[in-house]
């Protein structure tokens, strides 16, 4: 691992620069097949030495027909001639393309990644004597990310990465890439690059992933437990977004992205379970310590918070646009032997099916079933596959697959391994978050303590309850307690926990809960004077705006009283007028009558005119009987004329 692994990393990054400029399989290759001509001093050379000088010259190993068909390019292009299945240098046309300037500006950034780990790891205890033993480091802990696209990984390759990672190497490496994501952003995009890189190159070995092809065709996803539970937010937050990166990328991939419905039963089952246990010490003790459990345990969740959970997840998985689908009826020819299958399934110590094993073949039934015999030979036509974390479940399932004399793409995958192919279809904005939350979620995972420390761990707590130098209450503080992660995350190997270093913990847990506790006094009193602040703030603008709507109001019936005022003005001026109008017309009538009177009609000749005359003769008889019986003058009649329509105007304005 270690000799030349600068070199052999510069060549990674050289291929995903290649890689992100669109170009096809074999052109990715070329440029290094070329710099390799142009250094290599020989006249002439068959493929196979091309080959092993390309490995020689940029550890890349090139599968030997790529470099046939390679060859016959340059060939085609004049700097080669062929004869008899050997190649000869045409030195009338050169070829220029020299690689070092892009390495030895490659390689700068990989040694100032190799001197910040070598700082980083000496102040945290670790003696690292080079840079290529820094990028050593670095780059076995990457792939321990990486290794899962190799879909048919044997299970020893899986193991010695499993114990690569509890190494306290390892974990440094991990703190390091942690630190360099959080505040450092040029450190971490020279790392993610890494990790990119090494992914590309090891796809490009691989027969059952068509990099040519940027969407899968017809390809349904089936999802596991674990995942499902980090998708839906129960797990911590770097595993929950790399999880819906991941459901995103494969989308962008033209891949469907489904649940079987008894998956969602299985995660029910997994919640009753914890549900029935986590509301005592003694019942946090029973449980297995699984990403799960940790993440409920550690905030703090109530039985009934955790059934609350369960009753939500078909309607939080749908939200987050999963399909939901029954296992398809179950048809023998299409399962192969399921016998055999559980029994890989099964631990050593089982005997029986239990309910884990049972979902698995489910799962793996109906995938076949959904396949309906069809071999595919490239994950882009697969049809189906179910997804799962666990690296022994694929191993698994995979060797059982093979054993039936079963050809093409297995029915399982890892879900790491599913993500840098839907990454490497298309390696655009999204999917370079996706790898960046996924290299948290590593460095995370990395740091948690193994199975055996944590054991060793709750059982030292244990004693000391029963000793009553803790407290119940103390002993589950401890437990979910963040200090406690942060603290066992540094312990490299299983005997640097002892008494002394648990008594350490339990010392730093109750005193950040008493720094916690000040802190969250002095936060409610910073909370209780602003609210006094704004309650007292609030009491001034209510009170001035009191005062404003006082103003508002007075201005207003002022305005109101004005108005009222100058309509009242009106209504006497019009009934002013009626009643002027009206006593006018009356006198008119009285003079008329009493000139027509005393002449006898004598001045009117025409018909209409005596008619007119009669009219006026009969007004002035009524007042005069009005003024004699009733004692109501044409004054009287004019002054009531203008009360009446002075009361109609005011009804009819002022209401």
Same mark, same amino acid.
């Given at each position: 691992?270690?000799?030349?692994?600068?070199?052999?990393?510069?060549?990674?990054?050289?291929?995903?620069?290649?890689?992100?400029?669109?170009?096809?399989?074999?052109?990715?290759?070329?440029?290094?097949?070329?710099?390799?001509?142009?250094?290599?001093?020989?006249?002439?050379?068959?493929?196979?030495?091309?080959?092993?000088?390309?490995?020689?010259?940029?550890?890349?190993?090139?599968?030997?027909?790529?470099?046939?068909?390679?060859?016959?390019?340059?060939?085609?292009?004049?700097?080669?001639?062929?004869?008899?299945?050997?190649?000869?240098?045409?030195?009338?046309?050169?070829?220029?393309?020299?690689?070092?300037?892009?390495?030895?500006?490659?390689?700068?950034?990989?040694?100032?990644?190799?001197?910040?780990?070598?700082?980083?790891?000496?102040?945290?205890?670790?003696?690292?004597?080079?840079?290529?033993?820094?990028?050593?480091?670095?780059?076995?802990?990457?792939?321990?990310?990486?290794?899962?696209?190799?879909?048919?990984?044997?299970?020893?390759?899986?193991?010695?990465?499993?114990?690569?990672?509890?190494?306290?190497?390892?974990?440094?490496?991990?703190?390091?890439?942690?630190?360099?994501?959080?505040?450092?952003?040029?450190?971490?995009?020279?790392?993610?690059?890494?990790?990119?890189?090494?992914?590309?190159?090891?796809?490009?070995?691989?027969?059952?992933?068509?990099?040519?092809?940027?969407?899968?065709?017809?390809?349904?996803?089936?999802?596991?437990?674990?995942?499902?539970?980090?998708?839906?937010?129960?797990?911590?937050?770097?595993?929950?977004?790399?999880?819906?990166?991941?459901?995103?990328?494969?989308?962008?991939?033209?891949?469907?992205?489904?649940?079987?419905?008894?998956?969602?039963?299985?995660?029910?089952?997994?919640?009753?379970?914890?549900?029935?246990?986590?509301?005592?010490?003694?019942?946090?003790?029973?449980?297995?310590?699984?990403?799960?459990?940790?993440?409920?345990?550690?905030?703090?969740?109530?039985?009934?918070?955790?059934?609350?959970?369960?009753?939500?997840?078909?309607?939080?998985?749908?939200?987050?646009?999963?399909?939901?689908?029954?296992?398809?009826?179950?048809?023998?020819?299409?399962?192969?032997?399921?016998?055999?299958?559980?029994?890989?399934?099964?631990?050593?110590?089982?005997?029986?099916?239990?309910?884990?094993?049972?979902?698995?073949?489910?799962?793996?039934?109906?995938?076949?079933?959904?396949?309906?015999?069809?071999?595919?030979?490239?994950?882009?036509?697969?049809?189906?596959?179910?997804?799962?974390?666990?690296?022994?479940?694929?191993?698994?399932?995979?060797?059982?697959?093979?054993?039936?004399?079963?050809?093409?793409?297995?029915?399982?995958?890892?879900?790491?391994?599913?993500?840098?192919?839907?990454? !490497? +279809?298309?390696?655009? =904005? &999204? #999917?370079?978050?996706?790898? /960046?939350?996924?290299?948290? @979620?590593?460095?995370? $995972?990395?740091?948690?303590?193994?199975?055996?420390?944590?054991?060793?761990?709750?059982?030292?707590?244990?004693?000391?309850?029963?000793?009553?130098?803790?407290?119940?209450?103390?002993?589950?503080?401890?437990?979910?307690?963040?200090?406690?992660?942060?603290?066992?995350?540094?312990?490299?190997?299983?005997?640097?926990?002892?008494?002394?270093?648990?008594?350490?913990?339990?010392?730093?847990?109750?005193?950040?809960?008493?720094?916690?506790?000040?802190?969250?006094?002095?936060?409610?009193?910073?909370? !209780? +004077?602003?609210?006094? =602040? &704004? #309650?007292?703030?609030?009491? /001034?603008?209510?009170?001035? @705006?009191?005062?404003? $709507?006082?103003?508002?109001?007075?201005?207003?019936?002022?305005?109101?009283?004005?108005?009222?005022?100058?309509?009242?003005?009106?209504?006497?001026?019009?009934?002013?007028?009626?009643?002027?109008?009206?006593?006018?017309?009356?006198?008119?009538?009285?003079?008329?009558?009493?000139?027509?009177?005393?002449?006898?009609?004598?001045?009117?000749?025409?018909?209409?005119?005596?008619?007119?005359?009669?009219?006026?003769?009969?007004?002035?008889?009524?007042?005069?009987?009005?003024?004699?019986?009733?004692? !109501?003058?044409?004054?009287?009649?004019?002054?009531?004329?203008?009360?009446?329509?002075?009361?109609?105007?005011?009804?009819?304005?002022?209401?």
């Amino acid at each position: 691992m270690k000799e030349g692994t600068i070199h052999g990393l510069t060549t990674v990054a050289l291929l995903k620069v290649n890689y992100d400029r669109n170009v096809d399989h074999l052109d990715l290759y070329m440029p290094f097949v070329l710099d390799t001509l142009n250094a290599w001093p020989v006249n002439e050379f068959a493929a196979e030495d091309l080959a092993a000088q390309t490995l020689a010259r940029h550890g890349l190993k090139i599968p030997f027909e790529a470099i046939r068909t390679i060859l016959n390019r340059v060939r085609k292009q004049g700097h080669l001639r062929r004869d008899y299945g050997r190649y000869f240098v045409n030195p009338g046309k050169p070829i220029d393309v020299d690689l070092r300037p892009q390495r030895e500006a490659i390689d700068r950034e990989h040694i100032a990644v190799a001197r910040k780990f070598i700082e980083f790891a000496a102040a945290h205890k670790v003696d690292i004597a080079s840079a290529e033993d820094a990028l050593s480091a670095i780059l076995t802990f990457l792939e321990l990310h990486e290794v899962a696209i190799l879909v048919d990984t044997p299970s020893d390759r899986l193991t010695a990465a499993a114990e690569q990672q509890s190494t306290r190497e390892s974990r440094t490496a991990a703190l390091f890439i942690q630190g360099a994501l959080s505040s450092d952003p040029p450190l971490a995009g020279y790392i993610q690059r890494m990790l990119e890189g090494l992914v590309l190159k090891n796809a490009l070995l691989l027969a059952n992933i068509n990099l040519t092809k940027r969407q899968f065709t017809g390809l349904e996803v089936f999802f596991d437990t674990v995942f499902l539970f980090r998708v839906v937010g129960l797990a911590s937050e770097p595993y929950v977004e790399a999880a819906r990166e991941a459901i995103a990328v494969l989308r962008d991939a033209n891949a469907g992205t489904s649940v079987f419905d008894i998956t969602i039963d299985e995660m029910r089952r997994v919640l009753s379970a914890v549900e029935r246990l986590i509301g005592t010490t003694s019942g946090v003790h029973q449980l297995r310590p699984t990403d799960l459990v940790r993440f409920l345990v550690s905030r703090r969740y109530r039985p009934s918070d955790v059934a609350e959970a369960a009753a939500l997840l078909d309607r939080n998985i749908r939200q987050l646009g999963l399909v939901v689908r029954s296992v398809p009826a179950h048809i023998p020819r299409f399962t192969l032997d399921e016998v055999e299958l559980a029994k890989v399934l099964m631990r050593g110590d089982q005997t029986d099916i239990d309910a884990r094993v049972d979902h698995d073949m489910k799962a793996v039934a109906g995938v076949l079933t959904f396949r309906r015999g069809r071999v595919a030979y490239s994950l882009d036509n697969a049809r189906a596959v179910f997804s799962t974390t666990s690296g022994l479940v694929v191993n698994n399932i995979t060797a059982w697959y093979r054993g039936q004399q079963a050809h093409g793409v297995s029915p399982v995958i890892h879900q790491a391994g599913l993500s840098n192919i839907a990454w !490497l +279809k298309n390696p655009g =904005a &999204a #999917a370079t978050r996706l790898k /960046r939350g996924e290299l948290v @979620a590593l460095c995370a $995972a990395a740091l948690r303590p193994t199975p055996q420390i944590w054991k060793r761990f709750t059982d030292e707590l244990r004693r000391l309850r029963d000793s009553q130098v803790l407290t119940s209450d103390e002993e589950v503080a401890v437990l979910t307690s963040r200090l406690t992660d942060m603290r066992l995350a540094e312990i490299g190997d299983l005997e640097d926990l002892d008494s002394d270093t648990v008594a350490d913990i339990v010392e730093r847990v109750r005193e950040g809960f008493a720094t916690e506790a000040e802190q969250v006094s002095h936060a409610r009193e910073e909370e !209780l +004077k602003s609210r006094l =602040a &704004a #309650a007292e703030s609030t009491a /001034r603008d209510y009170e001035s @705006a009191g005062r404003s $709507a006082d103003e508002m109001a007075q201005k207003s019936e002022e305005a109101r009283r004005q108005l009222e005022l100058r309509v009242i003005g009106k209504v006497d001026s019009i009934a002013r007028g009626v009643g002027i109008s009206c006593h006018a017309a009356l006198a008119i009538a009285i003079g008329a009558g009493i000139l027509l009177g005393l002449t006898g009609f004598s001045i009117v000749s025409s018909f209409w005119a005596k008619i007119a005359a009669g009219a006026f003769i009969v007004v002035f008889t009524l007042l005069n009987f009005v003024d004699l019986h009733l004692g !109501l003058s044409a004054a009287d009649l004019r002054r009531k004329l203008e009360s009446y329509v002075e009361r109609t105007l005011k009804a009819w304005w002022l209401g």
